[in-house]
C-alpha cells in the first residue's frame, strides 16, 4: 500500500505520446494546441480609429485652427484616404484606418458639425488632449512575428479568435489517446435489462466515459465476464488496440478478482496496488512494455468516482500536452473525525463566498451510494495524518461539476 | 443607457420555450434533464454485501460459537443462497447479495481459514461489532420510486451514473435553440484570405461559435456586408429559421452602423440601447414579437467576449433551463482607478490560495486589444459608483477558462 501522493506521482511519471491532429477552427475550442502561433502582422495592423469621429492633423489644431472644413469620409474597410488640405478634416468611423495626413481623432460628442453653403465644417468643442487621442496604433499591441499563443495552450474561446485574426482555418492539436473502459463483475446487467434480484445495471462504465467526453476523449466501453481465460484473451486483444485501458471491478481480494493476476500474466508490469486512501483502496496501477497504460479501479462507484476526478483526468490533461489545472481548495464546514491512517476523500457541496469556497459534507452511505453523490459537487482531498479535521480548516478540492 | 444590472434583469426576463430531445446516455453529459428520473427499485437493491469474508448469523456467535464450518461460496452477480445449518457459514465476495439465513458479514482479515479432514472452518479473530456489519443494507441509501434526479439538472457523470443504474439508455434533454451569429463591418475578410491594409479577418463569430460549443449550443457563422437593403433582406431570411440572432458590430454611432434601424425596421422592439459599462457600451438588445431574441454586440473583439460571458452565457443556461451557475468572486491586488461612472469589466488572470482567489489585472491596450486576453483568465466586474478600488477588495469574478 503507498500513500495517495506517490500513486500520484507514479502515475503522473507514465507518458505516452499523441500525435497531433489537424482540427478546423470551429472543433478546437477545449482542445490542446500542438503548434505556436506568431503574428502574421501588426496588431493591430494599422491605425485604428477607436471613435467615430473627425480626424485631424493635431499640428494644425495646436496652430490655432477650431473649425475644419469636411473634405470626405473614411468608412472602416476602406482603403486609407488621404487628407489634401492639412486645416481641413475628414469624418471617420470606428475600425476605419487612419487617413494619411492625420494623426488625431476627435469623436462626435466633442465636435459640432455645421452646414454651410452646402459644405460641412466641424468645430471643435472639446480640446483633443494629445496626438493620436483614439487610435489604436498600429503595432502596439503585438508586432509581426511575435509568438502569440505558444503550444500546450488548451484552447479557450480568446485563443480561437486570435488564430481566426492570424488566418489559421484549421490548428494542430493533440489527438486523443484510443481509451477502452471495461467493466467487469458477473452481477452487471446491460442498462437495458432489467435485472434479477441478485444483479444491478452497469454504471461505472457510462459514468468513466461521460467524464472522458468532458475532456473531449471519446472513450469505447465494454463488458467482461469474470471468467479467467476469457479474460485473458479478450484484454489481450484490447491491448492491441488501446493505449489506455480503465477496468471498473476485480481488484479486490474475492475469489473472482482475477484482474490483478490476469494483467500480469499479460506482461502489464505493476507500478502499485492499493492506496492508502478511503474510497478506493484496492486501486491497481500498471503499463505493459510496448503496450497501454492500465488503470485497474475497484468496482464501488464511488471508488470509481474518486479514482477518476484525483488521477485520470489530471493524467489525460496531462499526456494531452495541458499545463495543470487549477488546484481548487475549499474551507470545511463542519468537524469531521476520521481514524485510518488513510486519505479520505469526502463527499462535498460547496458554496462560493468572499473568503474563499466553502465544503459541506454530504451524508454518504459509503462507497456504493452513489446515489448520494447526486447531492455532492465533488471532494475535499482530507490527509492521514490527521484523526479530527476542523472548521474553516482548508484542503484541496476536487470537483465534477461545472 | 442603462445600468449593468437593468440590462442582465431585461434579458433574462426574454424567456424562449425550447423543445425536449431525447439523447443516448453517451450524449446525454453537460446537456439539461428534461424529465424525473426516479428509482426503479430500492437503492441497494438488496442486502449487498461490501467485504470479502464470510456471512454467519449474528444470534450464533453472540451464543458462543467462534468457529464456523464454511458450507460454500457467495459470487456476485449469482443468486442468493441459503445458509442450512445456523452454526455454519458461507464465504461471500463484495458485490454479492447477503445468503439466505446470514445477517452478519466478517471479513477475511478478521478469521483464520483452516482445513481440517478436507472441510473448511473459519474460525473468528476479531468479534463482529453488530449486526449486519459490512452490509450495504438493502434501500438505505434511496427507496422504490423516489425522486432521485429533478428536471433541470445540469447532468454531470454523476447522474448519468445514476441514470443507467435505473435503465436508462436514453434521456429527455433540452434541445438546444437554433442560433444564428452574424458578423457586419466592410474591413473584415475571411479567416482564409490575405487582408488588404485596411483590412482585418473576421475573429468575434469564430470566438462566439467556440464559446457555445462549449455550452453545447452549435451555432451556425454567417457573414454581412454593411449595405442596408441587403442587411434587411438577409436579416428577414435569419428570422424565420433562427431562434436567437447574435450580431457583431455595426451598433456604435458611425455613418455604416445600419444595425439598430434595420432591426427596428423588421419589427425587432428594442429593449435597450447602450449598457453603462466598459468595454462594450453601446450593445444592442431587442425581442421580435413571433420571432428571434436579438443580441447585437459592438464589433470590439474585447467588448464581444464581455457581452457574451456577462449576458449571453448566462441567458442560453437559463433558457436551456439550468440553475444559474456559481457566482465566483476574486480579490483583486493591485490598486485600479477608473474614473468614468460605467460598471469596468476589468481583465484578469487569476490564482488560488486558501483565503480566496485572486485577481491580477492584466495590461491591456483597450478594446480593440484581444491579443491581451490571452494572458487573462476573466473579467472581474468593477461597480459604477466607485472611483478606487482597493488591494483585497472582493468583486464578481466573470471566467473563459477551465
Redesign the interface.
Same mark, same amino acid.
Given at each position: 500500500m503507498i500513500p495517495v501522493d506517490e500513486a500520484f506521482a507514479r502515475i503522473m511519471a507514465q507518458k505516452i505520446e499523441l500525435p497531433v491532429a489537424e482540427v478546423s477552427?470551429?472543433e478546437?475550442?477545449?482542445k490542446i494546441l500542438r503548434e505556436p502561433i506568431y503574428?502574421d502582422r501588426d #496588431?493591430?495592423?494599422?491605425h485604428?480609429v477607436?471613435m467615430?469621429g473627425i480626424a485631424i492633423r493635431y499640428e494644425s489644431y495646436l496652430a490655432g485652427e477650431d473649425t475644419f472644413r469636411v473634405e470626405g469620409?473614411q468608412?472602416?474597410? !476602406?482603403?486609407?484616404q488621404t487628407l489634401t488640405h492639412k486645416d481641413e478634416c475628414l469624418?471617420v468611423? &470606428?475600425?476605419?484606418?487612419l487617413p494619411k495626413n492625420t494623426d488625431t481623432v476627435i469623436r462626435?460628442e466633442d465636435v459640432s458639425i455645421i452646414e454651410r453653403r452646402g459644405k460641412r465644417y466641424a468645430h471643435i468643442l472639446a480640446a483633443p488632449k494629445m496626438r493620436l487621442q483614439n487610435v489604436?496604433q498600429q503595432g502596439?499591441?503585438?508586432k509581426a512575428t511575435d509568438l502569440?499563443?505558444p503550444e500546450g495552450t488548451?484552447?479557450?474561446?480568446?485563443?480561437?479568435?486570435?488564430?481566426? &485574426?492570424?488566418?489559421? !482555418?484549421s490548428l494542430k492539436v493533440t489527438q486523443a489517446p484510443r481509451v477502452a473502459i471495461i467493466s467487469t463483475?458477473?452481477?452487471?446487467v446491460k442498462?437495458?435489462?432489467?435485472?434479477?434480484?441478485?444483479?444491478?445495471?452497469? @454504471?461505472?462504465s457510462?459514468?468513466?466515459?461521460?467524464?472522458m467526453?468532458?475532456q473531449n476523449v471519446l472513450a469505447d466501453v465494454f463488458h467482461l465476464i469474470?471468467d479467467k481465460s476469457l479474460l485473458l484473451d479478450e484484454l489481450q486483444q484490447k491491448f492491441k488496440k488501446y493505449q489506455v485501458l480503465v477496468l471498473s471491478?476485480g481488484v @479486490?481480494?474475492?475469489?473472482?478478482?482475477f484482474i490483478p493476476e490476469v494483467l500480469q500474466e499479460l506482461g502489464v508490469e505493476q507500478v502499485f496496488h492499493e492506496v492508502a486512501q478511503r474510497p478506493g483502496k484496492p486501486f491497481w496501477f500498471g503499463k505493459q512494455a510496448a503496450g497501454p497504460v492500465v488503470f485497474a479501479l475497484p468496482?464501488?462507484?464511488v471508488s470509481t #468516482?474518486v479514482c477518476?476526478y484525483k488521477y485520470i483526468r489530471l493524467w489525460l490533461r496531462a499526456i494531452l500536452g495541458a499545463a495543470p489545472?487549477?488546484?481548487?481548495?475549499a474551507h470545511l464546514t463542519t468537524e469531521i473525525t476520521f481514524n485510518p491512517k488513510l486519505t479520505y476523500f469526502l463527499p462535498v457541496k460547496?458554496f462560493? @463566498?468572499? &473568503?474563499?469556497?466553502r465544503a459541506q459534507p454530504v451524508p454518504i452511505?459509503? @462507497?456504493?451510494?452513489?446515489?448520494?453523490?447526486?447531492a455532492?459537487d465533488g471532494f475535499l482531498e482530507l490527509p492521514p495524518d490527521q484523526i479530527k479535521f476542523s472548521p474553516g480548516d &482548508?484542503f484541496p478540492f476536487i470537483g465534477?461539476?461545472?
Open positions: 477552427l470551429e478546437a475550442v477545449g503574428a #496588431f493591430p495592423p494599422y485604428r477607436t467615430d469620409m468608412l472602416a474597410g !476602406a482603403p486609407a469624418e468611423m &470606428t475600425g476605419a484606418i462626435y489604436h502596439s499591441d503585438r502569440l499563443i488548451l484552447l479557450s474561446p480568446a485563443e480561437i479568435a486570435v488564430a481566426a &485574426t492570424v488566418g489559421k !482555418a463483475g458477473d452481477e452487471l442498462v437495458t435489462q432489467t435485472p434479477l434480484p441478485h444483479q444491478i445495471r452497469k @454504471s461505472n457510462y459514468m468513466l466515459q461521460a467524464a467526453r468532458e469474470d471491478g @479486490s481480494k474475492g475469489k473472482a478478482d468496482g464501488n462507484p #468516482f477518476y489545472a487549477w488546484n481548487l481548495q460547496v462560493i @463566498s468572499a &473568503t474563499g469556497w452511505g459509503g @462507497s456504493g451510494d452513489f446515489a448520494g453523490l447526486l455532492a &482548508t465534477f461539476r461545472s
